[in-house]
């Protein structure tokens, strides 16, 4: 450990008297001390840094246990700050304290009068345990800070590779223009269609990246779901033809109004309803749903594709994640457009779940979003925003 004071054992006794003899004996055993004259100088220095904390029990009043016990709860994930307690026998304070700390506080107690061994194999037990908090500490910031750099080269490889992909585009479509013949116009199409899913690739990356590091900001507002729902679906309309798949809409009577980013709310409807497309074998059937429930507007996508097994379910929302009976029908998919649909839902204050009976079954995603509360739920007309096509 960098700073010395992380190793050091602070002690909180009732008298002057005997913090310098707990202090010389620790000393002794060279194991760093540092005596604090009252509760506020004890939590000033555990602010600072410590290895393990020595208390006599008569030395806390309850205003101090209720404080120490808020400070233990406030700790960071990889934090468990030893707390060796000086107790008596049979004490009512004891039991106090006992109740108080237990459940939230890495205490050990040691009954009066006690020899010096066994506090000091305490307090080494304590100093160990520490350092390794510390160890996990310093590799938690590690892979945080790998994570970081993973996601600034993800973000840059996105950007760098873009522009050579428009160019790549915009020869292309000149040279779609110009074929002579039918075999120039299929390979010059083919190369339109690969660049296309490259493009969609890299843009899953981009917003990912964003995501993680907390640059992708929404602009949300009252949206109508209802009439933008209907609009994105007919979007994919004719892909759903050329696909030899039937894309049928259950819309509400009424308009629904969630305040979301329309946008956003379209990229989430069209990545699930594309991986529907992609995953369900002609002449399939896609069902988009979208209903009121309570104070949330829930959408449903339900196809009749390959289906998921119960442990699939748990792992296909995680980034890169692709189920193995999948990758023949992926296209080149990396795996990221069910994890970004995840993290747009609950940028969004809502939540997504997917189930499925089985292989060969089908699956269905459900996302619940929080409707617009106001005026407009009791049938006033708000400003809505309007659809968007992607």
């Known amino acids: 450990m960098a700073d010395a004071r992380e190793e050091r054992v602070l002690l909180l006794t009732p008298t002057g008297q005997d913090a310098a003899l707990a202090t010389r004996l620790l000393q002794g055993e060279g ?7 009252d509760t506020e100088a004890l939590f ?7 290895g393990a904390i ?11 246990i209720e404080r120490l016990v808020a400070w233990v709860k406030a700790q960071p994930p990889w934090s468990d700050m030893p707390l060796v307690l000086l107790t008596f026998a049979e004490d009512s304070m004891t039991e106090a304290l006992f109740t108080a700390l237990v459940p939230h506080a890495n205490l050990t107690l040691i009954e ?20 390794r908090q510390y160890q996990v500490q310093q590799l938690l910031a590690e892979l ?8 600034d080269f993800m973000a840059l490889l996105g950007h760098e590779v873009r522009n050579p992909l428009s160019a790549i585009k915009a020869a292309v479509a000149t040279l779609q223009r110009r074929a002579q013949d039918a075999a120039q116009e299929r390979m010059s199409g083919l190369i339109n269609r690969q660049t296309d899913i490259i493009s969609r690739q890299i843009d899953d990356l981009l917003e990912m990246s964003r995501i993680a590091r907390g640059k992708l900001t929404l602009q949300p507002e009252p949206t109508e779901l209802t009439a933008l729902t209907a609009e994105v679906v007919r979007s994919l309309q004719l892909r759903a033809d050329v696909r030899e ?21 379209e990229q989430i409807l069209i990545n699930l309803l594309t991986n529907a497309l992609k995953y369900t074998p002609p002449p399939g059937d896609i069902r988009l749903s979208l209903e009121q429930d309570g104070n949330e507007a829930v959408v449903r996508v339900r196809d009749e594709g390959m289906g998921l097994e119960p442990e699939q379910l748990l792992r296909i929302f995680e980034a890169f994640s692709q189920v193995e009976t999948a990758r023949a029908m992926s296209q080149g998919g990396l795996g990221l457009g069910l994890p970004l649909v995840r993290s747009l839902v609950e940028l969004h204050g809502g939540t997504i779940t997917a189930r499925s009976d089985g292989l060969g079954k089908g699956s ?9 509360p106001g005026p407009e739920r009791a049938g006033e007309a ?4 309007q659809a968007h096509t992607p």
């Open 31 to 37: 194991i760093s001390a540092a005596a604090c004259t």
């Open 44 to 50: 000033r220095c555990m602010g600072e840094g410590a």
């Open 54 to 64: 020595l208390v006599a029990e008569e030395a806390l009043t309850p205003a101090a």
């Open 112 to 131: 009066r009068p006690t020899n010096s061994a066994v506090l000091l194999a305490a307090l080494r037990s304590a100093l160990r345990a520490r350092r």
């Open 144 to 151: 945080a800070e790998a994570d970081k750099r993973k996601g």
């Open 245 to 265: 798949r039937s894309l049928r809409l259950d819309l509400p009577a009424k308009p629904l109004v969630a305040r979301v980013d329309p946008i956003r709310y």
């Open 364 to 372: 269905e995603f459900e996302v619940r979003l929080p409707l617009e």
């Open 382 to 385: 708000p400003v809505l925003s």
